[in-house]
DNA sequence: CCACTGACTACTT
DNA sequence: CAAGTAGCCAGTG
């Protein structure tokens, strides 16, 4: 079984809305560990395949892509350009407009 | 239980 | 802005 921090997580990533990113640290806070960043990227890359979860929605708190070319990076963008997500000259996002601020109530089970 | 590993972060040089 | 560093903590073996 999982934790309900895992628990908590899985169910803020499900949320996150088209055209919207989270960051690693902001969904961890959601999910109830500020400091948990880091399992964040090991729940979307042991799971992303089987829960069915928008991973490309997750990024760092510099606004890029934290995978490494041929490594994800290429189709992470791809996904997010389609969703209407605009990177900068230097492969940025703008957090101040993509990043998702979560609506407090509203929440579905995961 | 211990050690190790990260798709991380904030801070400091 | 780039590079190094010290915390971070759930999963895995």
């Known amino acids: 079984m999982?934790?309900?921090?895992t628990q908590k997580a899985l169910n803020i990533i499900y949320n996150i809305p088209e055209g919207k990113v989270l960051t690693y640290g902001r969904a961890a806070a959601l999910a109830g560990k500020p400091?948990?960043?880091?399992?964040?990227?090991?729940?979307?890359?042991?799971?992303?395949?089987?829960?069915?979860?928008?991973?490309?929605r997750i990024i760092?708190?510099?606004?890029?892509i934290s995978l490494r070319p041929s490594q994800g990076y290429e189709l992470q963008k791809a996904l997010l350009e389609s969703e209407g997500v605009k990177f900068s000259k230097s492969?940025?996002?703008?957090?101040?407009?993509y990043l998702w601020i979560k609506p407090v109530q509203m929440e579905r089970p995961y």
């Open 2 to 5: 999982y934790t309900r921090f």
């Open 35 to 56: 400091n948990g960043a880091r399992q964040i990227s090991r729940l979307l890359h042991s799971m992303s395949r089987k829960h069915d979860l928008p991973w490309h």
């Open 60 to 64: 760092n708190s510099k606004g890029k």
């Open 91 to 97: 492969d940025t996002i703008d957090l101040k407009v």
